[in-house]
T-cell receptor, first 112, second 115 residues
Framework: GDSVTQMEGPVTLSEEAFLTINCTYT??????LFWYVQYPGEGLQLLLK?????DKGSNKGFEATYRKETTSFHLEKGSVQVSDSAVYFC???????????FGPGTSLSVIP | GAGVSQSPRYKVAKRGQDVALRCDPISGHVSLFWYQQALGQGPEFLTY????????KSGLPSDRFFAERPEGSVSTLKIQRTQQEDSAVYLC?????????????FGQGTRLTVV
């Protein structure tokens, strides 16, 4: 069945460091890919998405490119801030309907 | 409403008790999903409604779990004879269309603790 794998955390970075969180997926067809973020005490929020191969999703300085050849959707940010501390979930949905399948999440802590 | 609303936010149940969790989706949203999120894990799909029709209940872990959305808006997830392994955060999400790439909006969840 469809699944999402992402790098295990927790990840701890200093402010202004470069961030990469790896994500790979297994799915039939051409799924849409997402990154959701869960800030402490808050609900899940969509961070960015890409709906077809080679699309780049971006938001709040975060980027991820849909790579069908490597079935990957790695999340990157050039300079993290303390306010980026959260749990990040990679996810996919198939074209049939939009049930979202989540990865296990990666916890990020950014220290001043 | 402005967002997906879930109630109660916290529920403590004694083992064997029945519970009912409520979800108010964003007005006009056709699709509604329930997820279960165990501590330190990603959300796991439970069930999906398109309007009042339950189109997928493949994620419900046992026949103790039951969901309904009788008028195509508010939904209730019911858990009968709760067990300790049911302790988790239950998330509800809604989206406007049944097509891929549509953003799902999540509520803050109901944290269920079974003691």
């Amino acid at each position: 069945g469809d699944s999402v794998t992402q790098m295990e955390g927790p990840v701890t970075l200093s402010e202004e460091a470069f961030l990469t969180i790896n994500c790979t997926y297994t799915a039939t067809g051409y799924p849409s890919l997402f990154w959701y973020v869960q800030y402490p005490g808050e609900g899940l929020q969509l961070l960015l998405k890409a709906t077809k191969a080679d699309d780049k999703g971006s938001n709040k300085g975060f980027e991820a490119t849909y790579r069908k050849e490597t079935t990957s959707f790695h999340l990157e940010k050039g300079s993290v801030q303390v306010s980026d501390s959260a749990v990040y979930f990679c996810a996919l949905s198939r074209t049939s309907y939009d049930k979202v399948i989540f990865g296990p999440g990666t916890s990020l802590s950014v220290i001043p | 409403g402005a967002g997906v609303s879930q109630s109660p936010r916290y529920k403590v149940a004694k083992r064997g008790q029945d519970v009912a969790l409520r979800c108010d989706p964003i007005s006009g949203h056709v699709s509604l999903f329930w997820y279960q999120q165990a501590l330190g894990q990603g959300p796991e799909f439970l069930t999906y409604f398109q309007n009042e029709a339950q189109l997928d209940k493949s994620g419900l872990p046992s026949d103790r779990f039951f969901a309904e959305r009788p008028e195509g808006s508010v939904s209730t997830l019911k858990i009968q004879r709760t067990q300790q392994e049911d302790s988790a955060v239950y998330l509800c999400a809604s989206s406007s269309r049944g097509t891929a790439g549509t953003e799902a909006f999540f509520g803050q969840g109901t944290r269920l603790t079974v003691v």
